[in-house]
């Protein structure tokens, strides 16, 4: 189901070293709102789903948050830093009781839209911590993938909350793949 391949989705420009500011990125490797979190989530609720397409999407996000974990392991390394085990900011270890245990397709879609939010206010809050141009730029991509994932999960969820065309679903699949034209 994944594949994996040598670059990093987003090219890194780190113009100094930043020890600090590689702390600061380690909430985003382990913490409650990581991409470590969103992408075990997925997974989990990926092998919940019943509906195929939707297995399928949470399965491609929760490959793309995996890369975007690696990206922010290659940042915290390059500004003098070191993702060690799962931990977040503060040391403290990642914990299970973070991801959200539904079973419900309804509940997971919104546990899931829920995370996105969360996930993107915690970059737009550390992405004004410094001034260099190229964390910048990645927190920013970042902000725009979450908003991708943010918007196809929303409009699963209203297709699966109001009953909508099943044709809408693969759909979704296509605009997944389609929003990752302007990466390659």
Same mark, same amino acid.
């Not at 995370?115 to 190229?134: C, D, F, M, W």
């Given at each position: 189901? %994944?594949?994996?391949?040598?670059?990093?989705?987003?090219?890194?420009?780190?113009?100094?070293?930043?020890?600090?500011?590689?702390?600061?990125?380690?909430? /985003?490797?382990?913490?409650?709102?990581?991409? %470590?979190?969103?992408?075990?989530?997925?997974?989990? /609720?990926?092998?919940?789903?019943?509906? /195929?397409?939707?297995?399928?999407?949470?399965?491609?996000?929760?490959?793309?948050?995996?890369?975007?974990?690696?990206?922010?392991?290659?940042?915290?390394?390059?500004?003098?830093?070191?993702?060690?085990?799962?931990?977040?900011?503060?040391?403290?270890?990642?914990?299970?009781?973070?991801?959200?245990?539904?079973?419900?397709?309804?509940?997971?879609?919104?546990?899931?839209?829920?995370?996105?939010?969360?996930?993107?206010?915690?970059?737009? &809050?550390?992405?004004?911590?410094?001034?260099?141009?190229?964390?910048?730029?990645?927190?920013?991509?970042?902000?725009?993938?979450?908003?991708?994932?943010?918007?196809?999960?929303?409009?699963?969820?209203?297709?699966?909350?109001?009953?909508?065309?099943?044709?809408?679903?693969?759909?979704?699949?296509?605009?997944? &793949?389609?929003?990752?034209?302007?990466?390659?």
């Amino acid at each position: 189901m %994944f594949g994996y391949r040598k670059r990093l989705i987003f090219p890194i420009k780190i113009e100094e070293p930043d020890p600090v500011f590689a702390q600061v990125l380690l909430e /985003h490797y382990a913490g409650k709102n990581s991409e %470590f979190s969103a992408a075990v989530q997925y997974l989990n /609720h990926r092998s919940n789903m019943r509906n /195929h397409h939707l297995r399928e999407l949470l399965g491609l996000i929760a490959a793309e948050e995996l890369g975007h974990m690696e990206l922010i392991a290659a940042c915290v390394n390059k500004l003098g830093g070191a993702p060690v085990g799962y931990l977040d900011a503060q040391g403290s270890p990642w914990e299970l009781k973070v991801i959200d245990q539904s079973s419900d397709p309804i509940a997971m879609l919104q546990a899931d839209i829920e995370a996105e939010v969360r996930s993107q206010a915690l970059y737009q &809050k550390h992405i004004k911590l410094t001034n260099a141009p190229g964390l910048q730029r990645m927190l920013n991509f970042l902000i725009s993938r979450e908003e991708v994932h943010n918007k196809l999960m929303q409009k699963a969820y209203r297709n699966l909350t109001q009953g909508g065309d099943p044709e809408q679903f693969p759909e979704l699949i296509y605009e997944y &793949k389609m929003s990752l034209q302007v990466l390659e």
